[in-house]
């Protein structure tokens, strides 16, 4: 297992995160309502996004044949 792709270093999961816990942080039942309105919002430009910077992470592991990598 590779701790360099882990889901923090994906835009979605930076997008989700920010929308959902913008101030005032939600309660319980929000909460969910608020998660769910935001994943109904990611458009095919940001799914796409995604796939590409996934294809980049697992390259740079090829490349460095899994070694550490601090940050890219």
Not at 60 to 67: E, L
């Amino acid at each position: 297992k590779n701790s360099d792709l882990t889901p923090t270093n994906f835009i979605l999961w930076g997008y989700i995160k920010d929308r959902v816990f913008f101030p005032p942080l939600p309660v319980s039942e929000n909460s969910l309502k608020q998660c769910i309105t935001t994943v109904r919002c990611v458009d095919e430009d940001m799914l796409w996004c995604v796939w590409n910077k996934l294809d980049y992470h697992i390259d740079i592991c090829h490349v460095t044949k899994g070694s550490h990598i601090e940050h890219f």
